[in-house]
């Protein structure tokens, strides 16, 4: 386990959130997962959840506010320096604010936008509140990648807004990069397969950490989720992708033989 105090560099996925109509449900259902400790704001915060392991932050979990149709979805923040100046370059690229900028007490400030391929994400300038503050253990965020509907333009939005780099992963069978901050990895970028569905949109996904990923698939299926595939290896680790009891997706990974266990890490 591997505590962060510091804030993260620009163009990190930093926080990630849900928000769906039934908060209770999904804080009894990440809470039996993950061992989550959710500690819920007053009515000046929407009555936000905080999740937390060792007391540091890890994700959110919120209430959806009455009267918006937004679909129940795990948002990835990415972290800014100036949430204004950035929120100009998405318009500036093609991409469009979905939530304008707005400040959140003194916590940060924070907006919501889209790629031009549709893919949502936030935008998380930090005050206090820093982002996730707990890595490489069971129940913390592992990581963050978009999969889009047109990977030249996403390729092209997220490079000129964030000023990415990219470690192409492609084959004959997928299209896929790593997304690099300084030579750093922070995320991913890939091409939706002619396979998925029409239906399914440009979107953003969270994988979080387990120490066993057929284990944790089968406690979300005890806590009333549904596994959505078979998990499989890959040299980052052992994967599988989850929905809810609300019916919101998301992946676990565990580390396997080919990943081996990164650096700091805590069952």
Not at 24 to 31: G, Q
Not at 193 to 211: G, N, R
């Amino acid at each position: 386990m591997v505590f962060r105090d510091e804030r993260w560099p620009d163009g990190t996925p930093s926080w990630v959130d849900l928000m769906v109509p039934d908060q209770a449900k999904a804080v009894a259902f990440y809470s039996g997962l993950f061992g989550w400790d959710v500690q819920t704001g007053g009515e000046e915060t929407g009555f936000y959840g905080m999740a937390q392991l060792r007391g540091r932050p890890v994700a959110g979990i919120g209430q959806t506010p009455p009267g918006q149709d937004v679909p129940p979805v795990w948002t990835t923040y990415l972290s800014v320096s100036d949430v204004d100046k950035t929120a100009a370059a998405i318009t500036e690229a093609g991409g469009q604010i979905v939530m304008p900028v707005m400040e959140v007490m003194q916590e940060g400030r924070m907006a919501v936008a889209a790629d031009p391929a549709g893919g949502v994400f936030g935008l998380w300038e930090p005050g206090n509140h820093l982002g996730t503050q707990v890595t490489a253990t069971p129940g913390a965020p592992a990581w963050n990648e978009c999969m889009s509907r047109d990977y030249p333009a996403a390729k092209a939005f997220y490079e000129q807004v964030f000023g990415y780099g990219f470690q192409d992963l492609s084959n004959d069978e997928f299209t896929y990069a790593v997304l690099l901050v300084d030579g750093r990895p922070v995320g991913g970028l890939g091409g939706l397969p002619e396979s998925v569905p029409a239906e399914v949109p440009s979107h953003w996904s969270t994988y979080f950490w387990a120490a066993d990923a057929e284990a944790a698939a089968a406690k979300a299926a005890e806590l009333g989720g549904r596994v959505l595939d078979e998990p499989s290896d890959s040299p980052y680790g052992r994967q599988v992708r989850l929905a809810d009891d609300q019916g919101v997706t998301f992946l676990v990974i565990a580390p396997n033989e080919q990943s081996g266990k990164p650096e700091g890490w805590e069952d």
